[in-house]
T-cell receptor, first 109, second 115 residues
Framework: AQRVTQPEKLLSVFKGAPVELKCNYS??????LFWYVQYSRQRLQLLLR??SRESIKGFTADLNKGETSFHLKKPFAQEEDSAMYYC???????????FGGGTRLMVKP | ETGVTQSPTHLIKTRGQQVTLRCSSQ?????VSWYQQALGQGPQFIFQ???????GRGNFPPRFSGLQFPNYSSELNVNALELDDSALYLC??????????????FGEGSWLTVV
């Protein structure tokens, strides 16, 4: 069975501070991992995916298969980064996303 | 290009009743998935429809059922509503079902309250 765990429900940082949102997964196959973000009063949207190895809005995430982690990082948080962040795993059949419980990021001025 | 649209946005039902939620997929997308998001939790996969056939199902009882139409729009039906069915129901569409590299687009959801 696949599982995604986000240990922090809430993460509060000051503007300009580094941010790391933790995500751990368990999956027997080759995982494909994503970060989704939901800003206030907006729909859930894709932030980034591990296969792209891209940086979006200053965020990066590296898949660590040894530690089964996919932590989301940003060196300098901005107030507009305040949102709900969900880590998600796509099964190999490609038809199901398993989400973590989400972490609310609050960036204080 | 239109986005994923869902209706209704909010509704209240009584325990034991039945509900139908509707979703129009993004233009050009033939795959629709439904997720349930309870308050304070992440979305949970209910099922996926691809070319009008169910293509995967999560851990939900048979009283959760769905349909996909030739235009790729979809319905989620829930029978014998229970209080725990109160949640945000999200519809998501993607170009194909099995190419996991495709981006999945979510609708804004339908808030269901069961009293």
């Amino acid at each position: 069975a696949q599982r995604v765990t986000q240990p922090e429900k809430l993460l509060s940082v000051f503007k300009g501070a580094p941010v790391e949102l933790k995500c751990n997964y368990s999956y027997s196959g080759s995982p494909e991992l994503f970060w989704y973000v939901q800003y206030s009063r907006q729909r859930l949207q894709l932030l980034l995916r591990h296969i792209s190895r891209e940086s979006i809005k200053g965020f990066t995430a590296d898949l660590n298969k040894g530690e089964t982690s996919f932590h989301l990082k940003k060196p300098f948080a901005q107030e507009e980064d305040s949102a709900m962040y969900y880590c998600a795993l796509h099964n190999n059949a490609g038809n199901m996303l398993t989400f973590g419980g989400g972490t609310r990021l609050m960036v204080k001025p | 290009e239109t986005g994923v649209t869902q209706s209704p946005t909010h509704l209240i039902k009584t325990r034991g009743q039945q509900v139908t939620l509707r979703c129009s997929s993004q233009s050009g997308h033939n795959t629709v998935s439904w997720y349930q998001q309870a308050l304070g939790q992440g979305p949970q996969f209910i099922f996926q429809y691809y070319r009008e056939e169910e293509n995967g199902r999560g851990n939900f009882p048979p009283r959760f059922s769905g349909l996909q139409f030739p235009n790729y729009s979809s319905e989620l039906n829930v029978n014998a509503l229970e209080l725990d069915d109160s949640a945000l129901y999200l519809c998501a569409s993607s170009p194909t079902s099995t190419h996991s590299g495709n981006t999945i687009y979510f609708g804004e959801g339908s808030w269901l309250t069961v009293v």
